[in-house]
């Protein structure tokens, strides 16, 4: 993925890359969204020709409701 990209990797329905291998341009939208949900983050970084790295972090259980974030499976 180019630098140019990079910044919009989250954006919903973005795609990129050949054609043949796109998809909806969902995932990684879907990916941010249940992270902020949880109260974590999601980030991208990539080298060109070399690949990318995707971290998501999110909160322990106590972490999370300090914040009023409903921790997955404790709802």
Do not use: C
């Amino acid at each position: 993925m180019s630098a140019a990209e990079l910044p919009h990797v989250f954006e919903r329905f973005r795609t990129g890359g050949d054609r043949a291998t796109r998809g909806t341009g969902l995932g990684l939208a879907l990916v941010r969204a249940v992270a902020d949900a949880h109260g974590g983050s999601v980030s991208a970084r990539s080298v060109a020709g070399r690949g990318s790295d995707f971290e998501i972090a999110l909160p322990l259980a106590a972490e999370a409701s300090e914040i009023g974030a409903a921790p997955v499976g404790l709802t």
